[in-house]
């Protein structure tokens, strides 16, 4: 099977996930990815940014929860704070092959110049400048004209001319402050700062192979946000699989069942930790805060361009044959085979799994509830059939 995708894509659309842990996502991975492009252009013409750009893109993956995500956007954040994602942060680029390379710009990119002056730290340079990057977008308020605010920045910067950053890349950021159109193209809502730059050498290819390590980083980056869902995604991909396989699936719609698998709870960054982590029954308002996830899910993979099937069979696994899923309430004639199948496999790798408050249930409670469904007319009775005839390989199987 040959099925290529652009890296600068789904590393765009990882870091617009991680912004959603923001409250009011400040598009802060795209703006870093921006000033830092524009900052390297100027100390290092003429050479390949595209390393840079996706290490911008994903310097934050290693954030854990919303309350790191605040406190990280202030200016002035204890080092106690910053380091653990730094770290996390390049331990979960090793699990994509073509991202192995980025792995230093991401654990350093809070190191201050004066630690790397006076250690043996070998500190790349594409690190010191998304460390200046991410501390210029900090301190752009979202509620006063960008331009109002630029005397105060340059001036913070220059303060920590020589301890904080680079000499050489504050002289870059001072050439570049002085252009209007720098900063409003930093904080223009009407097009990503991205569209604004021409990427000649960025068009960077992944294989079957590369989507399906980077959407097993997803997952991973999903899933550990709580200690109730440990393998969820990746367990849900799997048992989608098989399923789908034993439907009659095959060739290229199988590996997009495995990847809406891993990419389907994408949306739950922007659920607060609060109500994921809650172990008793959610209030009305909570549910209604959790029915976001499989709309931000649906948003974040179609900024792809590609794989439509992947972005529908994920998005739609809680979407209900009666109209009565959620969110877009779409019935029967809407929902093809992988989309019901999703739903099945989502529902049984919930309802299987150990949670705090109950043991996953075994073979018999988890048929029963899903005939329960059926007859509801909620799920697809012959996927849910398959199911029952082929439990053990598909539920328990290796």
């Given at each position: ?7 600068l894509?789904?590393?765009e659309?990882l ?11 400040h598009h802060h991975?795209q ?9 390297f252009?100027?100390?290092?013409p003429?050479?390949?940014p595209?390393d ?8 934050d993956?290693g954030?854990?929860?919303?309350m790191?995500k605040?406190?990280?956007r202030?200016f002035?954040?204890d ?9 996390e942060g390049s331990?979960?680029?090793e699990?994509?092959?073509?991202l192995k ?12 110049y ?7 730290l ?5 690190a010191?400048?998304?460390?200046l990057a991410d501390r210029?977008?900090?301190?752009i ?7 109002t ?13 020589g301890s ?8 870059a ?11 409003l193209?930093?904080?223009?809502e009407y097009?990503?700062?991205v569209?604004h ?5 960025m ?5 079957a192979?590369d ?7 997803c997952?991973?980056?999903?899933d550990?946000k ?5 393998q969820h ?7 989608a699989?098989k ?11 199988l590996?997009?069942?495995e ?6 709870d994408?949306?739950?960054?922007a659920?607060?930790d609060t ?6 029954r959610?209030?009305?308002?909570e ?5 976001q996830?499989?709309y931000?899910?649906?948003?974040l993979?179609d900024r792809?361009?590609?794989m439509?099937?992947?972005?529908d069979?994920a ?5 209900r044959?009666?109209?009565?899923g959620?969110?877009f ?7 093809d085979l992988?989309?019901r ?6 529902m ?6 150990d949670r705090?408050?109950?043991a996953?249930?075994?073979?018999k ?8 469904e059926v ?9 849910v059939?398959i199911l029952?005839k082929h439990?053990?390989?598909?539920v328990?199987?290796g």
């Open positions: 099977m040959e099925f290529t995708a652009n890296l894509d789904f590393a659309m870091a617009c996930a991680v912004d959603l842990m923001e409250r009011g996502s991975g703006r870093v990815a921006y000033i830092a492009f524009r900052l252009e100027k100390v290092k003429g050479h390949n595209s840079l750009v996706i290490a911008s893109y994903l310097h993956i954030i854990e929860s919303f790191t605040e406190k990280a202030k002035h954040t080092k106690e704070i910053l380091w653990p994602h730094c770290h331990v979960l680029v699990m994509v092959d073509i390379g980025i792995k230093p710009f991401i654990l350093y990119h809070h190191t201050d004066s630690e790397i002056q006076s250690s043996s070998d500190v790349p340079l594409e010191q400048i998304i460390h210029i977008e900090v301190q308020k979202p509620h006063r004209p960008v331009l605010q630029i005397e105060d920045i340059v001036d913070t910067i220059l303060k920590y001319k904080m950053f680079n000499p050489e890349l504050v002289e950021f001072l050439s570049l402050s002085i252009q209007e159109s720098f900063w193209d930093i904080v223009n097009r990503s700062a569209e730059i021409d990427f000649p050498s068009d960077i290819k992944m294989n192979n989507i399906r390590q980077f959407s097993h980083l997952a991973r980056i999903v550990r709580s200690p109730f869902t440990a995604s990746q367990r849900v991909a799997s048992i699989v399923l789908a396989e034993f439907c009659g699936m095959r060739g290229q719609d590996f997009f069942m990847i809406a698998g891993l990419l389907h994408l949306g739950k960054l659920i607060p109500i994921l982590h809650k172990h008793g959610l209030t009305d308002e549910y209604r805060v959790i029915k996830h499989p931000y899910t649906y948003c993979i792809l361009n590609v439509d099937k992947v972005r069979w998005a739609f696994h809680h979407e044959l009666d109209g009565s959620y969110p309430h779409l019935t029967a004639g809407q929902l992988g989309a199948v999703m739903a099945v496999a989502d049984v790798g919930a309802i299987t799994e705090p408050y109950r996953g249930y075994g073979e409670e988890t048929m029963d509830i899903m005939w329960r007859k509801d007319n909620r799920v697809d009775g012959d996927v059939d029952g439990y053990g390989d598909i328990c199987g």
